[in-house]
T-cell receptor
């Protein structure tokens, strides 16, 4: 069965420094993977998605993620954090052949001025 | 939020009372979903709909029922609310089914915070 594990529940970075949010996946097949962001008291917004077309996926707001099959990872990165990036980030995978997304437990990103 | 509204946005109720949450969309998307969000669990699918009067269960459907009489509205009902159903509930929509189109995006509503005392 597909699942994702977010390795950090909370990440804190200084403004202007790189962001790394880690996600490992578990799947017998080539997975579909997504990163969503949730700002306080808001719904979720899609940042980027991996659909096997390219291993390096670029998303909105300067975020990108790299699919590494050998490491079963799909880590989210950004070169330089902005204050507006402070939010909760979810790594998500799709159950093959079903209408069910599986969400990781989330990583809360804090950006220090 | 992609033309999705949820009502009410906040509700406090007592154990044993019925509760209905409403999701309304203006996008004419075929698929609609209800999730709950709890600390340490991320979001979990409760029920989803793939058309008017067509619904199916998700991962955590016990204690919940849904109805969809119109394309734009998807109702989630707690027949007899329990404290374990205290959560934040999110509605989502997608134009196409995720099963067939794995790259299809879901759009999420702003959420409803439900507290069951």
């Amino acid at each position: 069965a597909q699942s994702v594990t977010q390795l950090d529940s909370h990440v804190s970075v200084s403004e202007g420094t790189p962001v790394l949010l880690r996600c490992n996946y578990s799947s017998s097949y080539s997975p579909s993977l997504f990163w969503y962001v949730q700002h306080p008291n808001k719904g979720l917004q899609l940042l980027l998605k991996y659909t096997s077309a390219a291993t390096l996926v670029k998303g909105i707001n300067g975020f990108e993620a790299e699919f590494k099959k050998s490491e079963t990872s799909f880590h989210l990165t950004k070169p330089s954090a902005h204050m507006s990036d402070a939010a909760e980030y979810f790594c998500v995978t799709l159950e093959t052949g079903a209408n069910n997304l599986f969400f990781g437990t989330g990583t809360r990103l804090t950006v220090i001025p | 939020d992609a033309g999705i509204t949820q009502s009410p946005r906040h509700k406090v109720t007592e154990t044993g009372t019925p509760v209905t949450l409403r999701c309304h969309q203006t996008e004419n998307h075929r698929y609609m979903y209800w999730y709950r969000q709890d600390p340490g669990h991320g979001l979990r699918l409760i029920h989803y709909s793939y058309g008017v009067k067509d619904t199916d269960k998700g991962e955590v459907s016990d204690g919940y029922s849904v109805s969809r009489s119109k394309t734009e509205d998807f109702l989630l009902t707690l027949e007899s609310a329990t404290s374990s159903q205290t959560s934040v509930y999110f509605c989502a929509i997608s134009q196409l089914g995720l099963a067939a189109f794995s790259y299809n995006e879901q759009f999420f509503g702003p959420g409803t915070r439900l507290t069951v005392l």
